[in-house]
């Protein structure tokens, strides 16, 4: 690619979020950026967008290259709003992230990051969510830095099939290095819900969700089992939901 390459970046942890400054920071050595980031944590909206309300976004910062606003709504409102109506085209590819916190197995259903990245492949627009199994605000995200370059590079350069967008998960920060990197499927599991009842100063009960993940099935090709080895996981995801194996199962409905 003889000219530089538009980016477009979004994510789920605010404008303010450490893995979303880390995000921008790599991409503006490969190319012209744009960023368009919620304006609060918006974790856990799914492919949630506004409809009912005024959709607000303000400039930020501005630099040769380099934009960044701020939106009221969430990771797809973002992705929405930056691919058509502030850029006068699609960009070259989406990222998302980096993530506090891992979008393995099913928190990929979940994910404002990852929905981010679905968004933009349904538009056609080579899409990639980073997110890292660490959860906290002052997460180290150092050690990731040239994969992230890296694996931006080459989608720039090779792209990505049609209908299909990258869920990348990097292991957090430890003496031993990463590993290495895992193609992988997303883990069998599920989250456990567990509501904490409280009382506000009115005598009204109010709830608090907590909850545990379980994996179902413990699987050496999963995404789960290659962070738990300390291995980089990339999970190829797509927004076609169709389980293709199974519509000869329901075909006798059709009589």
């Known amino acids: 690619m003889s000219r530089k390459p538009k980016i477009l970046i979004s994510n789920d942890d605010g404008y303010q979020a450490k893995g979303l400054v880390k995000l921008t920071d790599l991409m503006r050595q490969i190319g012209d950026v744009t960023v368009v980031s919620t304006e609060q944590q918006m974790s856990a909206q799914s492919h949630s967008m506004t409809i009912r309300d005024p959709l607000k976004v303000r400039l930020l910062e501005k630099d040769s290259g380099y934009v960044k606003y701020v939106c009221s709504g969430r990771p797809v409102d973002c992705v929405k709003f930056g691919c058509q109506y502030l850029l006068p085209e699609k960009p070259d590819i ?31 627009v080579p899409a990639i969510g980073f997110s890292l ?16 370059v ?14 299909v967008c990258l869920n990348v998960n990097f292991p957090k920060f430890s003496e031993g290095g990463i590993k290495g990197v895992r193609v992988c499927h997303q883990a069998d599991g599920h ?32 995404d789960m089992n290659a962070l738990r080895n300390n291995y980089i996981s990339i999970v190829p995801t797509q927004y076609d939901w169709s389980a293709y194996k199974f519509i000869d199962n329901f075909k006798s409905w059709e009589k």
């Open 94 to 124: 989406v990222v998302s992230g980096i993530n506090h916190g891992s979008n393995a197995s099913v928190n990929v259903i979940y994910s404002g990051t990852m929905s981010a990245v679905v968004e933009a492949c349904m538009n056609g």
């Open 133 to 148: 199994d660490e959860y906290s605000s002052d997460a180290y995200f150092d050690h990731i830095d040239s994969f992230i």
């Open 191 to 222: 989250w456990e819900e567990k509501y904490e009842r409280r009382v506000d100063p009115f005598g009204r009960d109010y709830f608090w969700i907590t909850g545990d993940f379980v994996e179902d099935v413990l699987d050496e090709d999963s």
């Open 150 to 163: 890296d694996f931006t590079k080459k989608v720039l350069e090779d792209g990505l099939p049609k209908g």
